[in-house]
């Protein structure tokens, strides 16, 4: 089975500064592994994927996250946050040993950013 | 670029009514997937479509069902609503290597 955890319900951090949001999974085979923000009453936003290659995936918007196969982890990160970053933010994973073509959600992490 | 679509965006239903929320996935993407959001809750899956056919089936209510039609785009069929079917309802589909799933905007479902 698969399965993604984000520790962290909110996540407070000054504009301005780096911000980080965890996510770890769980999978049998390799992972492929994506981060989707959402805004208020709105759709999920694609922001970056790990499939394969590099460890580190840059993304939309100055996101970037990096893969640790040994840690099981796919955090997100932006060196300077921005108000406007303020949102929902989604891990969510696909198993790619198992037949299963759908991707499982993390609980989500509110990312507020203070002026 | 062509996105997903879904429609209706917004839908009110009485309960024990029922309703039909369609999606129009990307051009030449042969996977369909089927998400329920609730009020503060991360996307669950309910149902995924592969060329046509039920592929896999997750947290999907004997109530509800669902097809893919023969122009790929498909239908979630909704009976005998209940209050606690008031969620966001996303889309998503894939390319045939899986290697991304881009979301329709949803369909915000609100039983009363």
């Known amino acids: 089975a698969q399965s993604v955890a984000q520790p962290e319900d909110q996540v407070n951090v000054a504009e301005g500064n780096p911000l980080t949001v965890k996510c770890t999974y769980s999978v049998s085979g390799n992972p492929y592994l994506f981060w989707y923000v959402q805004y208020p009453n709105r759709g999920l936003q694609f922001l970056l994927k790990y499939i394969t290659g590099d460890n580190l995936v840059k993304g939309s918007y100055g996101f970037e996250a990096e893969f640790n196969k040994s840690q099981t982890s796919f955090h997100l990160k932006k060196p300077s946050a921005l108000v406007s970053d303020s949102a929902l933010y989604f891990c969510?994973?696909?198993?790619?040993?198992?037949?299963?073509?759908?991707?499982?959600f993390g609980s989500g992490t509110r990312l507020q950013v203070q002026p | 670029a062509a996105g997903v679509i879904q429609s209706p965006r917004h839908l009110i239903k009485e309960k024990r009514e029922t309703a039909t929320l369609k999606c129009y996935p990307i051009?030449?993407?042969?996977?369909v997937y089927w998400y329920q959001q609730g009020p503060g809750q991360d996307p669950q899956f309910l149902i995924s479509?592969?060329?046509?056919?039920?592929?896999d089936k997750g947290s999907i209510p004997d109530r509800f069902s669902a097809q893919q039609f023969s122009d790929y785009h498909s239908e979630l069929n909704m009976s005998s609503l209940e209050l606690g079917d008031s969620a966001l309802y996303f889309c998503?589909?894939?390319?045939?290597?899986?290697?991304?799933?881009?979301f329709g905007s949803g369909t915000r479902l609100t039983v009363v």
């Open positions: 051009p030449r993407h042969d996977t």
């Open positions: 998503a589909s894939s390319p045939p290597d899986r290697s991304g799933y881009t």
């Open positions: 479509f592969y060329e046509k056919m039920q592929s």
């Open positions: 969510a994973v696909r198993d790619n040993g198992t037949g299963r073509r759908a991707l499982t």
